[in-house]
């Protein structure tokens, strides 16, 4: 089967990750080994025909067979976004397609230099697919997540964030929280600015490969500040989820 052709998932099971985020974990009649950062084309049709098409990242590894993993956030108003909240159970089915795109995507071999990951809100989720394959790799380069969400139960993964960056020390997790943080938190407390990055920078020896998925506003401050602080701009790849002007 071509991964241009549409196929009828089933939903395995739906995993509740913030109050505006779920995990869908979809079987797959025909499974495709993705790279980690593609995504898929999810369609809706309506009884009366109307169909309505959405990219959703994949989050699950490519070492996880037979199923993908698919991360949604509940957007204010939003068709699709809002059907798969509210209407979608385990073992209902879902057409798909995929998977798709070859420029967001990273391969975890034992050269893989230091690598920036960069997600605001949802933009988290082709980086996780990065991050569980790196894992299930083995690899250990030097990678560090930055992480911009608005408040503390806006995290998506934090468990699985977090013990990943416990138990890998070529791992760092960085949060920054723009609305609130947590109490007692000594960590980063702001919108990602030309210091931030520049700190978030130097820990590397050398510039690092970037990875930055997000709303427009987060993606296009993060890739200009990344190249003021000489970052080379062929080694930034970008992928946005909003609406233009977000
Ligand atoms: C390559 C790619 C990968 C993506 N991966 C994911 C993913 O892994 N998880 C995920 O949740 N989304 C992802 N998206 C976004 C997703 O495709 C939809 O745009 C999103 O779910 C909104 O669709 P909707 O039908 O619910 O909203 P719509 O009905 O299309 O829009 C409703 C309103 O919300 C606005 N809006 C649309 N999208 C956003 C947004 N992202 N943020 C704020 N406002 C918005 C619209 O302008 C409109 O006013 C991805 C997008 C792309 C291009």
């Not at 960056?165 to 600015?193: H, I, K, V």
Request: hydrophobic residues 40%; negative net charge.
């Amino acid at each position: 089967m071509s991964r241009l052709e549409w196929q009828l998932a089933t939903v395995a099971a739906v995993l509740p990750e913030t109050p505006r985020v779920k995990t869908f974990l979809l079987n797959l009649p025909s499974w495709t080994p993705h790279r980690a950062g593609q995504h898929y084309t999810l369609r809706l049709t309506a009884p009366d025909g109307y169909q309505a098409q959405r990219s959703y990242s994949i989050a699950s590894a490519p070492e996880q067979t037979g199923q993908i993993a698919l991360t949604v956030e509940l957007i204010d108003e939003g068709e699709v976004s809002g059907y798969l909240f509210e209407g979608i159970a385990p073992g209902d089915q879902l057409e798909v397609r995929g998977p798709i795109g070859g420029y967001f995507v990273w391969e975890a071999t034992p050269q893989a230099g230091p690598l920036l990951l960069v997600a605001g809100g949802s933009g988290v989720v082709p980086l996780m697919a990065m991050l569980r394959h790196r894992q299930r790799a083995g690899v250990h380069n030097p990678t560090v997540l930055l992480y911009s969400v608005r408040t503390p139960e806006d995290v998506i993964y934090g468990p699985e964030l977090h013990a990943m960056a416990s138990a890998d020390s070529s791992f760092t997790l960085l949060l920054t929280f723009t609305r609130q943080a947590p109490a007692g938190w000594a960590g980063y407390q702001r919108r990602l600015d030309a210091a931030l990055l520049a700190e978030v920078v130097s820990r590397f020896p050398t510039p690092p490969q970037c990875f930055i998925c997000g709303p427009n506003g987060l993606v296009e401050s993060a890739a200009t500040g990344l190249v003021a602080q000489g970052v080379p701009a062929g080694a930034i790849r970008t992928e946005r989820f909003g609406p233009s002007g977000s």
